[in-house]
């Protein structure tokens, strides 16, 4: 069983700042991409930014500049660092991972969502 935990999420001002984390646990033998997705009441799940082992980054349009992914593979955790928040970036964050369970199988797993709220 693997799970993913997120942390960091709240309520900020407009021009803030905020970190997520995700960090995998169970039995696993290595995790291949990792992301960040966020849905907003009444929208579609849309991605955000993602990672993969080899560490090349991509962004949404809309966070490129701002938001900035990053993992840790020691510690299966992934971040969301986000700066200059804006309100339309409020939404339920979650987190993604395509997790090596054995050699010869992966799957794809979620997490259980983090409210980031901006708002004066």
């Known amino acids: 069983q693997v799970q993913l935990v997120e942390s960091g999420g709240g309520l900020v001002q407009p021009g803030g700042s905020l970190r997520l984390s995700c960090a995998a646990s169970g039995r696993f033998s290595g995790i291949y991409d990792m992301a960040w997705y966020r849905q907003a009441p009444g929208k579609q799940r849309e991605l955000v930014a993602a990672i993969p082992s080899g560490g090349n980054t991509n962004y949404a349009d809309s966070v490129q500049g701002r938001f900035t992914i990053s993992r840790d593979n020691a510690k299966n955790t992934v971040y969301l660092q986000m700066n200059n928040l804006k309100p339309e970036d409020t939404a339920v964050y979650y987190c993604?991972?395509?997790?090596?369970?054995?050699?010869?199988?992966?799957?794809?797993?979620w997490g259980q969502g983090t409210q980031v709220t901006v708002s004066s």
């Open positions: 993604n991972a395509l997790v090596r369970v054995t050699s010869l199988s992966a799957f794809n797993y």
